[in-house]
């Protein structure tokens, strides 16, 4: 059963696709906790009635396009959304429906996971926001990767790089919470 805070939230799981294992930055160092920390939310969340939504990306070229056959769900990430949309930017509402859907369903909060998370997840938790949808982001259910500034030539570790994240999407944007925080705010 749930309660009302569940009925009014959504799980956004963004890109956690196959299209990923076929990049050079891959890599599995982060993958265990993004894995255990993306399935215990999601299983707290249907517990808790909240509907679960898989986005996509398909882009023109890649592993990332239909073609490739990589997009499709890593083999840990359970099946049977609520919803599955397809995108083709890097946030998950422009032109794939997903608004409508969650508008339709009285959903009112966001909670935003996935891969990678200074791109698509927090560019979707930005429009989220903008578009009037409060929006938990659950930073240890995102994954990224390092990155060499072309500038400086320093490497940021994908620590950093949620760190930054956090940074700008707190306050502005989003609400940063763990796991346990944010299953606890479904009631």
Same mark, same amino acid.
């Given at each position: 059963?749930?309660?009302?805070?569940?009925?009014?939230? @959504?799980? !956004?799981?963004? &890109?956690?696709?196959?299209? /990923?294992?076929?990049?050079?930055?891959? =890599?599995? &160092?982060? +993958?265990?906790?993004?894995?255990?920390?993306?399935?215990?939310?999601?299983?707290?969340?249907?517990?808790?009635?909240?509907?679960?939504?898989?986005?996509?990306?398909? #882009? @023109?070229?890649?592993? /990332? %396009?239909?073609?490739?056959?990589? !997009?499709?769900?890593?083999?840990?990430?359970?099946?049977?959304?609520?919803?599955?949309?397809?995108?083709?930017?890097?946030?998950?509402?422009? &032109? %794939?429906?997903?608004?409508?859907?969650?508008?339709?369903? #009285?959903?009112?909060?966001?909670? !935003?996971?996935?891969?990678? %998370?200074?791109?698509?997840?927090?560019?979707?938790?930005? *429009?989220?926001?903008d578009i009037g949808y409060q929006v938990d982001f659950v930073?240890?259910?995102?994954?990224?990767?390092?990155?060499?500034?072309?500038?400086?030539? *320093?490497?940021?570790?994908?620590?950093?790089?949620? %760190?930054? =994240?956090?940074? +700008?999407?707190q306050e502005r944007f989003a609400r940063i919470v763990d796991? &346990?925080?944010?299953?606890?705010?479904? #009631?």
């Amino acid at each position: 059963m749930s309660s009302p805070n569940a009925s009014k939230s @959504a799980l !956004i799981i963004i &890109d956690v696709q196959k299209s /990923f294992t076929q990049m050079p930055s891959w =890599t599995l &160092d982060e +993958v265990p906790a993004f894995q255990s920390s993306l399935l215990r939310l999601e299983q707290g969340c249907r517990l808790s009635g909240v509907p679960v939504v898989h986005i996509y990306h398909c #882009g @023109a070229s890649g592993p /990332f %396009t239909p073609e490739s056959g990589f !997009i499709q769900p890593l083999d840990w990430l359970p099946g049977n959304p609520s919803a599955r949309f397809d995108k083709h930017t890097h946030n998950a509402f422009t &032109d %794939t429906g997903l608004d409508l859907w969650l508008r339709r369903r #009285g959903v009112q909060k966001l909670i !935003i996971t996935g891969i990678r %998370t200074e791109q698509c997840c927090e560019t979707t938790a930005r *429009v989220g926001s903008d578009i009037g949808y409060q929006v938990d982001f659950v930073t240890e259910a995102t994954l990224t990767f390092p990155m060499k500034h072309q500038g400086s030539g *320093v490497v940021f570790s994908a620590q950093d790089i949620k %760190t930054r =994240t956090e940074l +700008v999407l707190q306050e502005r944007f989003a609400r940063i919470v763990d796991v &346990d925080t944010c299953l606890a705010s479904l #009631g």
